[in-house]
Every structure is written in C-alpha cells, then in structure tokens.
C-alpha cells in the first residue's frame, strides 16, 4: 500500500527558505513529485523527478529556487525552497506516478494529505 505522508511546512518571512519532506513508501520505481494548491486556485505542479533521483523537472514559477531529491534507501522526497515570495504561499502536496513524465502531465497515482506553507511579507 502506498503512503504518502509530508512534513516540513511552516511559516517563513519573504526571502527565507525551508524544506519540505515526504516518507513515501510502498512502491519501488516511480517517479515522485510535488504539487502545490494557493487559495482559490487549482492545483499546479511544481517539481518531478525520476526514480533514480539523476533527472529532475521544474515548472517555470519556481526553476531557480526550488530544488527537488529524493534517497530511496529511506523511502524520502525532499523539496528545498529558497529565496520564497508571497506567492508560493499554498498547500504543498507530495505526488507519485508511473514516471516523472507522468507527474508532469498530472497523471497521478497518490497525493500525501498536504502541509501548508506560507510566505509572509
């Protein structure tokens, strides 16, 4: 069974950074991503990466400032987020798919519950 479970979310000033976690168990190779939802908004991708860990993918809002890994010996999925603006201020979901295309194209298998991260000005 697979679980996706986050951690890591806060509140954190204009400028700051922070990193977000994820124990992503119950599947062997897999691409693993994340997802973030703002308020009144849908939900949109920002980063994926393969199961190797070698190849890694950002959306244009967060190329730059997000970086994406992942340690498969202990089933975790790391998102480091620096130089933070007000509007990437929104829930931040951790995803899994077949591949890290498919994450890209937002065929997902699994979504972790969430964990809120907020960027104050």
């Known amino acids: 069974q697979v679980q996706l479970a986050e951690f890591g979310g806060g509140l954190v000033q204009v400028g700051g950074s922070l990193t977000l976690s994820c124990n992503a168990s119950?599947?062997?190779?897999?691409?693993l991503g994340w997802f973030r939802q703002a308020p009144g908004k849908e939900r949109e991708y920002v980063a994926a990466?393969?199961?190797?860990?070698?190849?890694?993918y950002y959306s244009d809002s967060v190329k730059g400032r997000f970086t994406i890994s992942r340690d498969n010996a202990k089933d975790m999925l790391y998102l480091q987020m620096s130089s933070l603006k007000p509007g990437d201020t929104a829930v931040y979901y951790c995803?899994?798919?077949?591949?890290?295309?498919?994450?890209?194209?937002?065929?997902?298998?699994?979504w972790g519950q969430g964990t809120q991260v907020t960027v104050s000005s």
């Open positions: 995803v899994t798919g077949d591949t890290s295309a498919h994450i890209i194209s937002h065929r997902i298998d699994y």
């Open positions: 990466i393969d199961w190797t860990g070698r190849r890694t």
């Open positions: 119950g599947r062997s190779t897999y691409g």
